[in-house]
């Protein structure tokens, strides 16, 4: 155990990927389903990917875990590539594209964009592993290369073909080339008040592409091909013991293993003190601090999910929710904790609740974007992603910041039809961009104002 805990950053995170993709791997094979794991694993890989897809309903219980393993294996190997150097950054694109491994995500449709990386670093004489983030970040556009590749330009299943092959290849091709610059830019926009910040290049790549692919070349109105959020129908659940088991299974071993590293609560306590504003967890607190959150953390965002659940008197659980628990869990090693998270949380359920009365006072019926409605669950993902807000300017602020998140979220998929899976933190990086000015003008950090108070 003193070897894991004075290992290097580097060589600690990619023990900690391959068990974490491994665990996914052995689930497939215990799920009872697991007779037909290819066959659904077939389905995946040929199946609509846009955000309102749900793996378990398209492929099966082992077929989606396997698709998740597979991701991260994929995604281990490479930050495994010559000049890879795993950090923070990296953490949060490989859990990322795990979770999204449930709802969007394949071994398929990640090819073309990562070979635009791979040309972006031909052309730029770059080593292929210091890209190896960027690479992981531009599948956050995989749904477009999925329908290019199998549907357009129709709106149903074509299948393998020349066009939909060389379509998918040149767009995956000039996404991949120019997302590297996008991702060195982004933080400039939001000044890492959002974690999520490969949303802002890929979202807006996403939306550009939609108009020109679908509007102006197809006269496809929004309605056609959006998958927007605030209009889920009824999804088939998934077995609340499956997916609960596995997490509580997975984050509790977490927690066992930080504690045999030699991680003390007060160990811990100093690491949930951070504001979480441009940190490296793995750098600043050491591996086993970093495994504890992963594993305390986990917990954390599952039992507000069931607690979610248990308000809305739903099974909330899906292929989708279940991927955003690890989607949510990616920033685990960037700056987000508990003490920093809760007030999100909070704000997201203060503002549905308010929202709800004022719908019903208005005349409504039914109001749909309840705390456990899909729609809600997935945003709350990414507006996590706003956490160093809390973590800075105080949980007062975090729940503003959840709350605007809230108003916001469901709409912004008609800014990309679907085709972008960070959707939400695209929606978190216009939350920055309304919020953050204000705060700087408006408002003293928890830092300036203890300050003050030393100095009266």
């Not at 590749?149 to 939909?164: Q, S, T, V």
């Not at 070349?217 to 927007?228: F, P, T, V």
């Not at 659940?309 to 869990?329: E, P, S």
């Not at 809760?342 to 549905?352: F, R």
Request: hydrophobic content about 50%; charged content about 10%; overall charge positive.
């Amino acid at each position: 155990m003193k070897k894991l805990k004075n290992m290097p950053e580097s060589g600690f995170l990619r023990i900690f990927f391959l068990f974490i993709s491994w665990c996914f791997i052995i689930a497939a094979f215990c799920m009872p389903d697991r007779a037909q794991m290819l066959t659904g694993f077939g389905k995946i890989l040929t199946g609509t990917c846009k955000i309102s897809t749900n793996y378990f309903e398209l492929g099966g219980y082992a077929a989606t875990f396997l698709n998740m393993g597979l991701v991260g294996l994929f995604c281990t190997l490479l930050c495994c590539l010559p000049g890879a150097k795993p950090n923070n950054v990296t953490t949060l694109g490989v859990l990322l594209t795990i979770g999204f491994g449930s709802w969007g995500i394949n071994p398929l449709n990640m090819i073309p964009t990562i070979l635009g990386v791979c040309l972006y670093c031909l052309v730029k004489k770059e080593k292929l592993g210091a890209m190896s983030n960027a690479m992981m970040y531009s599948t956050g556009i995989a749904p477009l290369i999925s329908e290019l590749l199998l549907r357009y330009p129709a709106a149903e299943y074509i299948g393998f073909n020349w066009l939909g092959l060389v379509l998918a290849l040149f767009v995956g091709l000039i996404i991949g080339f120019f997302l590297p610059a996008g991702l060195a830019h982004a933080p400039n926009i939001h000044k890492g008040y959002d974690h999520y910040s490969a949303a802002v290049p890929i979202g807006f790549t996403a939306f550009f592409l939609r108009v020109v692919l679908y509007n102006v070349l197809l006269g496809w109105k929004i309605g056609d091909i959006g998958a927007n959020l605030s209009t889920l129908g009824a999804m088939a659940t998934a077995s609340w013991a499956r997916t609960n088991i596995f997490c509580i299974v997975v984050f509790a071993f977490c927690i066992l293993l930080a504690f045999l590293m030699g991680c003390k609560p007060k160990d811990y306590w100093n690491l949930m003190k951070d504001p979480g504003h441009g940190v490296s967890f793995t750098t600043k607190y050491g591996n086993a601090p970093f495994l504890m959150n992963v594993g305390v953390f986990g917990l954390m965002i599952l039992a507000y999910f069931n607690l979610a659940a248990a308000i809305d008197g739903t099974n909330i659980w899906t292929g989708m929710t279940f991927g955003i628990v690890f989607c949510m869990l990616a920033t685990c090693n960037s700056g987000s904790h508990p003490r920093n998270v809760w007030p999100i949380m909070a704000g997201y359920m203060i503002t549905s609740f308010l929202f709800g009365w004022l719908f019903k006072l208005l005349g409504g019926e039914s109001y749909g974007l309840t705390i456990g409605s899909q729609s809600i669950l997935i945003g709350l993902c990414y507006a996590n992603g706003l956490s160093p807000i809390s973590g800075k300017y105080g949980f007062g602020y975090g729940i503003l910041a959840g709350g605007l998140h809230y108003l916001l979220v469901s709409a912004v998929p008609d800014l990309h039809g679907g085709f972008c899976l960070y959707n939400g933190g695209l929606t978190a990086a216009l939350i920055c961009l309304l919020l953050v000015p204000q705060l700087e003008k408006f408002c003293k950090t928890k830092e300036e104002r203890k300050l003050a108070k030393v100095t009266k």
